[in-house]
């Protein structure tokens, strides 16, 4: 009986960062080997290898993984996105811009991961509760701040969730003067927003 040979490497098309790559990688190469040897891109981290501390985490089809334990085989015809692909040029993300101003980020050892899963939030819930972030987070961990900044940090990007009572058409001057409002007092029409 002959053993199936194996191949030493293969090709694996996928999109990173918005950009079309080909990896040549063996079966067992890993995404984040991957990443950063091939690619260059070193924002994703390697910290545990056993998927609990969410240092190198990526987003792959929009969804957080850890890419310390995501087989780079895997990624093909997938779309990739690192921490190098979440600002637009030399305009910092939203979020980014948040870690700072909110001073969520101390050695910067856990910030990638923490910026990609908060994007990933924000994109299927825009407009979280802290609850929802703090469980969101579960799987990141930080040894330097303590959460709290970078949980404001999230909610300062958050989008305010809609109000359960709409006000009348025109805005409801005519309430917050305390005086009836000549515009009709039907509520307005759904704007279409997701509500989450």
């Not at 093909?76 to 979440?86: F, M, P």
């Amino acid at each position: 009986m002959h053993a199936t040979p194996t191949p030493s490497s293969s090709s694996v098309a996928c999109t990173v960062n918005g950009r079309a790559v080909a990896l040549e990688v063996a079966p067992q190469t890993l995404l984040l080997d991957a990443l950063r040897d091939q690619l260059g891109l070193k924002g994703a981290k390697r910290s545990c290898d056993i998927q609990v501390c969410g240092a190198c985490t990526v987003l792959v089809d929009g969804a957080p993984v850890s890419a310390c334990t995501y087989l780079a085989v895997e990624a093909g015809s997938r779309e990739i996105q690192t921490v190098e692909g979440l600002a637009d040029g030399e305009t910092l993300h939203a979020l980014q811009e948040a870690f700072i101003e909110h001073g969520a980020i101390q050695c910067g050892f856990c910030t990638s991961g923490m910026l990609l899963t908060a994007a990933a939030l924000l994109e299927e819930d825009p407009a979280p509760t802290r609850e929802r972030i703090l469980h969101y987070l579960r799987g990141n961990l930080c040894r330097c701040t303590g959460y709290q900044k970078i949980i404001d940090a999230i909610a300062a990007c958050a989008k305010p969730a809609p109000s359960p009572y709409p006000l009348p058409l025109g805005g409801g001057e005519g309430f917050r003067h305390g005086g009836a409002s000549s515009q009709p007092s039907n509520p307005s029409p759904p704007s279409g927003e997701r509500v989450g």
